[in-house]
């Protein structure tokens, strides 16, 4: 039991890694994104090139995009008022500062929690819900075949 969940919080402790380099949840090569760091965004490559996974039959969705759009707004907006008022610089610092620290954070965040995502999609095993009713005619057409 305890090698088992020894197992387990080390696939956990992965994660963040696998997800950060984007490695392929299947054969662990880096190929999730399309292209490196700024040039691809957090866009997944169409699939592995390495095991031929594909990558567009998962379905991530944007639900990473507002939840680190909140975080890094008000992470950034508080080390803006930090620094403005501890040291008081001219404004062309906060612009040349906060812009480009907060695109690149942006990119890199989503990078990570698409990443993770697809990983734990792939790991889980995880499809989309259907309804009721719609199992209901699955089962019987099952039945039928
Ligand atoms: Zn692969």
Redesign the pocket.
């Given at each position: 039991m305890s090698i088992q969940n020894n197992n387990d919080i080390e696939r956990q402790l992965a994660l963040l890694p696998a997800a950060f380099f984007g490695y392929?949840p299947?054969?662990d090569?880096r190929?999730l994104f399309d292209r490196v760091m700024i040039g691809g965004g957090a866009n997944f490559a169409p699939k592995?090139t390495?095991?031929d996974?594909d990558y567009d039959s998962f379905n991530v969705g944007n639900g990473p995009a507002a939840f680190i759009t909140f975080l890094m707004g008000a992470l950034m907006v508080t080390l803006a008022l930090s620094l403005e008022l501890s040291l008081h610089p001219p404004f062309y610092v906060h612009v040349l500062l906060w812009v480009p620290l907060t695109i690149v954070m942006t990119i890199v965040s989503l990078r990570v929690a698409k990443g993770v995502l697809i990983t734990l999609e792939y790991r889980n095993k995880a499809k989309e819900a259907i309804s009721s009713d719609a199992q209901k005619e699955v089962s019987v057409d099952d039945e039928d075949a």
């Open positions: 392929c299947r054969c090569e190929t592995c390495h095991c996974l």
